[in-house]
């Protein structure tokens, strides 16, 4: 199947919708709305790091950014509407301040009369076929191209989007006729009028899927879209999370959760079973399986509640529950349509893929360790259950029983997580000192030591990172660059998330109120390197720098709106180490290696292409015109089909302790192989694992004083 270079239309409504489909929802009430507003503007005028005046230009800043939140691609506002939301422009910071949300209830009924407005257009456009000989074209770019000028030109606005899905899916169903015909000549090829009645088909179906989901949402929902406009303007990392929403990142930062252990979907009005999590409840009890339909819900031997047409989070809301407790499942088997009752005793479900695991590969005779930490993970409601650090430290002990000569730490698209675990998991590569230093809005710096003068790893350390790599992980690969402590290897420079968030429940401040207002995730401090830089917007420069797909993107915390400036403080006092003999000579020869490297070269022309083509938002409505640009790019394209094509000839394999984990749980050694297949074909660990068997450290090894 050809590879597609532009945006189907229903992707961009389902990227305009992800932020409002992850919130909660409620009965309208809007005394909690008020209340929620209230705490928030004294929360943050006290606490948060940047000290913001409610002025203009704060006014300004929510006006457009939660009109842009509801309508990012301009398919629902005209500029007539603007001209009626523009009253409340330079009005909206007095609102707050007053506790009133008029600007809010004026755009947000106007919008629910839009998207009834919108079904209409999307139904009727898409009733006849479109004119596609006729020449024009659609901009995609929607943060440049103005609103709609009035309700004729948003219906045209629709018909060129519309038109935009149905070719690209007649493209798409062309070149899958052509490759059948290829393969059996008697392969009868269908008409472009049959193959255009089908597209329009599968976009009414798939635009009446999304409208359905739409239509679940509630005022709570829309209205927390409204709250982070309003929050957004201290800075892009300070956030309000409804009571569900809470409860998700908990989960996330935690990697457990208390339920049956089942991802779920919707599919239409039924909540399917996606997959069992390897060891959860339902995985141990064994009758449910993937693709099976929920219909009932029981807790216990209570009265069945049927979830059928419910909606996914309130679905989930009634599986979940505590440790201990029975949930009884009504469910429709996939394979054979019978209904079964399904009992399975809750209990704490640990996701596998949030925790740390680890590799070992052989290399010239050498053994070394992998260690992957997908994130800086902790359960802040129980201090005593595993987290990040206390993993790593054990993870390293079972790699150094088995002799491996050095560790790389593989940081990749880690977005961070809790900044205790980060100083800890430091701590464990130096025998103390400073991690990191925080500072606090209108105080000096804190420095952040590593305490505990043990020492888990005192080998060869190389960390890789990429541009997803933020926050904790910058913490850590900051502080082994700064100590000269490990090798920092991966993409030009990371996110560069220099800020710390603390997540705060709004009914803290607000005790009396009855039920969950949801909470706040504040910025409340930013971090700093122990050499006194941030590491806020220039994010951590890899000593050795490799070309990504992402190299020439614009991607990162300085290509975000609002974001704090770089600065820098004080240096702490800390003692660099002179770990290796060798180190400049392993930088140096890797960087030779890349830079004489086919592979790397052709990544780095890989890389220029796709920002080339990013930039390039016009597309042509006219079929043949559209197809021959397309064609034109598919054929630039598959000049890059074997970029990452790669395979190092190295063998990964598990640790010995998992080897008995893998006689029970099937699952599990499944997800190994698979994982250690692709690190085989990693391009990028592999010149990690170059970098690390050259590394040679220096006898007893001292400290270096500043």
Excluded: C
Excluded at 82 to 100: V, W
Excluded at 511 to 517: F, G, H, I, M, V
Aim: aromatic fraction near 12%.
């Amino acid at each position: 199947m050809k590879k597609k270079f532009i945006i189907p239309f229903l992707a961009i409504i389902i990227l305009f919708s992800k932020s409002i489909y992850s919130n909660t929802t409620s009965e309208k009430d809007p005394e909690k709305d008020k209340v929620i507003v209230y705490v928030l503007k004294n929360i943050l005028s006290r606490y948060h790091y940047v000290k913001k005046e409610l002025n203009d230009d704060f006014s300004e800043h929510v006006y457009n950014n939660f009109i842009d939140g509801l309508d990012p691609n301009k398919r629902y506002f005209t500029q007539e509407d603007l001209k009626e939301f523009s009253q409340f422009k330079y009005e909206i910071d007095d609102q707050l301040k007053n506790t009133e949300i008029d600007f809010y209830k004026l755009v947000y009924n106007r919008f629910l009369e839009k998207l009834s407005a919108a079904k209409n257009n999307y139904r009727t456009l898409l009733t006849q076929p479109f004119n596609y000989k006729k020449n024009e074209e659609i901009n995609v770019d929607y943060e440049k191209i103005p609103f709609a000028a009035n309700e004729i030109e948003l219906v045209d606005y629709w018909r060129k989007q519309l038109k935009l899905s149905i070719l690209s899916r007649i493209e798409e169903a062309e070149d899958v006729q052509n490759k059948e015909a290829e393969k059996d000549k008697k392969t009868k090829k269908k008409k472009f009028s049959e193959l255009e009645i089908e597209a329009r088909k599968e976009v009414l179906k798939n635009m009446n899927e999304l409208y359905e989901r739409i239509d679940e949402l509630e005022n709570s929902d829309w209205y927390s879209t409204f709250l982070n406009s309003v929050v957004s303007g201290f800075d892009p990392h300070t956030t309000y999370m409804s009571p569900r929403i809470k409860s998700r990142f908990d989960q996330e930062m935690s990697g457990k959760l208390e339920g049956i252990g089942a991802r779920l979907q919707k599919k239409g009005i039924y909540t399917h079973i996606v997959e069992l999590i390897s060891g959860g409840p339902a995985w141990k009890q064994g009758d449910l399986e993937p693709e099976d339909i929920i219909l009932k819900v029981a807790q216990g031997d209570a009265e069945p509640l049927d979830i059928v047409g419910m909606r996914l989070d309130d679905a989930i809301k009634f599986i979940k529950g505590k440790k201990g407790t029975e949930v009884r499942l009504t469910v429709k088997k996939k394979i054979d349509g019978s209904i079964k009752i399904i009992p399975i005793i809750r209990d704490v479900v640990e996701l596998d893929e949030t925790f740390v695991k680890s590799s070992i590969v052989e290399k010239n005779g050498e053994k070394y360790g992998l260690i992957d930490l997908p994130r800086f993970y902790i359960d802040f409601n129980d201090l005593s259950r595993r987290d990040a650090a206390k993993d790593m430290e054990q993870e390293i002990e079972r790699l150094k029983s088995e002799n491996v000569k050095g560790i790389i730490v593989d940081l990749r698209d880690n977005g961070g997580g809790s900044l205790k675990t980060a100083i800890e998991i430091g701590g464990l590569f130096i025998e103390k000192g400073p991690i990191v230093q925080v500072k606090y809005r209108g105080e000096d710096p804190l420095v952040k030591n590593d305490t505990d003068a043990k020492t888990q790893w005192n080998g060869p350390l190389v960390v890789m990172v990429n541009e997803f790599s933020a926050s904790a992980s910058e913490i850590f690969a900051a502080a082994m660059q700064d100590y000269k402590r490990g090798v920092i290897i991966g993409g030009k420079q990371t996110y560069g998330k220099g800020t710390v968030q603390n997540v705060m429940p709004i009914n803290r401040f607000y005790e009396k109120y009855p039920s969950d207002l949801g909470a706040l995730k504040m910025t409340i401090q930013k971090f700093y390197r122990i050499n006194g830089g941030s590491t806020q917007i220039e994010g951590v420069y890899s000593d050795i720098s490799l070309p990504t797909r992402y190299s020439y993107m614009k991607f990162g915390e300085r290509d975000l709106d609002g974001a704090l400036p770089w600065d820098k403080v004080q240096q702490a006092k800390y003692d660099t180490t002179n770990s290796y003999s060798n180190f400049s000579d392993v930088v140096y020869n890797s960087k030779r290696r890349v830079l004489e490297d086919k592979k790397f070269n052709e990544i780095n022309k890989y890389a220029k292409w796709l920002k080339k083509n990013q930039e390039e938002r016009v597309y042509s409505l006219k079929y043949s015109a559209f197809k021959k640009e397309s064609e034109k790019k598919i054929k630039e394209g598959s000049l890059f089909k074997d970029v990452f094509k790669f395979d190092s000839n190295l063998t990964f394999n598990s640790p010995k302790y998992e080897l008995n984990l893998f006689v029970k749980d099937t699952v599990l050694k499944e997800k190994r192989v698979v994982w250690h297949k692709n690190l085989k074909k990693d391009i990028y660990l592999n010149e990690a694992l170059n970098v690390l068997s050259e590394l040679k450290m220096n006898e007893n090894y001292t400290l270096v004083k500043q």
